[in-house]
């Protein structure tokens, strides 16, 4: 999950990272209070989760109050990429000397927590990694080891920030790796890190993502997950226990197992179609599954077709089968579906559906077929 910024500097501050005092406004009006408040010069910034807003016009310093509200009512209501502004944060403004980035993620090839801090900051980092990839100090940490302020310190020096920055932004680090590791985060990064010219180093903008499988040991993540504006296709779904992720295209699609799951993803892809969701109905695929799958799906207006992808390990096919009949049974469909069903007992399951196929439920041999029918299913 990700955090808005105002989100992600509370989580900041929980782990003693400095940021500039400030606030949330729904409204104009709200933005002039948290202006008064933060004291002027202030900077409002667009909550929207999407990077560049500074580029994208929704980042806007202002010297007194009419300058908050020509601020405020320029940036509420904008679009940026795609997300529309329904709140902004409003902080008191920094002077700045130096822009550096820093950050945690999981370096999934070594296994390892890879940090990377750069005395170029406040650009994107992808650019810096193209243009001047030397201007980026990494560092691996192993988990069992963590991250002590010594190495930090030599972390910082490799880094070349300036002098006054140095032993502030070390302190910082070590309090950024808590954030990440204490803080179940999958990434934790802060662009810019400024150094102010009268010394001081802080975060002046955060991007965190969440760790959602580390959620049960978060209840206060809840009030993040409800200011979410879910998905109202991931809220039905989760609601009927699925592990649903809903996409953009017009091929509903349902398999047994996370890996069948993406690699039906990719075929159908790959055979010109557009996948409308991910959806793993797991192991035991019973008709009570079947049922609230195709019910999911069927909510979701874009579908066009439905391709049902079962290979029976443990789970047989045959039971597959009979809780496909009987959900169809259920479920009133407004799309096609296109089944290919392979493994154990595949042939007792194609026999007993034999008698329900028609232009509405059709089967295919082969996994290809099945998604190639699919998508022509869902172009007419
Ligand atoms: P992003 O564009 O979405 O990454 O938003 P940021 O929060 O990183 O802000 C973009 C840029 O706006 C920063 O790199 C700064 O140059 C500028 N900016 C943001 N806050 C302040 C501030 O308090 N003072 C000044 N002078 N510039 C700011
Ligand atoms: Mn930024």
Redesign the pocket.
Known sequence: MDLY?YQGKQYFSRFDIPT?AGGVAGTTAEAVVVADAAGYPV?V?AQVKV?????AG??K?AADAAEVTAAADAILGMDIKGHRVNVVWV??????EK?YYASFTLDRTEKLHLGMLSAE??VEIEEVAANNPDAIAKIYVNPVDGLDIETARKWVDAANLDDAAREQTAELLVNLYRCYVEGDCDLAEI??LILTPAGNVHA??AKVTLDENASFRHPEWEEFASSEGEDERETMAKAKGLNYIGLSGSVGIIANGAGLAMSTLDVVTQVGGTAANFLDIGGGANADVMAAALEVINADPAVRSIFVNIFGGITRVDEVAKGIIDAIDRVELRSPIVLRLDGTNAEEGRTLLASHLSDRLRAEPTMIEAAKRAVEMAGR
């Open positions: 910024e500039s900077v910034k990077g560049g807003r500074g580029k929704g980042i310093l902080e008191h403004a920094s002077d700045i822009e900051g406040g662009n810019p002046l903008d």
